[in-house]
């Protein structure tokens, strides 16, 4: 088995998806997509990716303290 070093596009079935040295996106787990999205793993999926979020501020709070709603602060 190979080290992973690459995502796929969903379905592929390639040789080296086989083998292990990339996944089908559809096939990645979350922290394949988090190494994906960190440039970790090679993107070879054709598509672009974009991660966003949103803030809710406090009055007198800032973007330094703040934390998306959910997220665990780590402060
Ligand atoms: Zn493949």
Redesign the pocket.
Known sequence: MSRLIAV?PIG???T??MAGG?V?LNRANAAHVAALLTGRLRN?TGATFQVSADYELEPGANLLTAAPPGAARHL
């Open positions: 796929d592929c079935g390639c080296e998806c990339y089908p070879h």
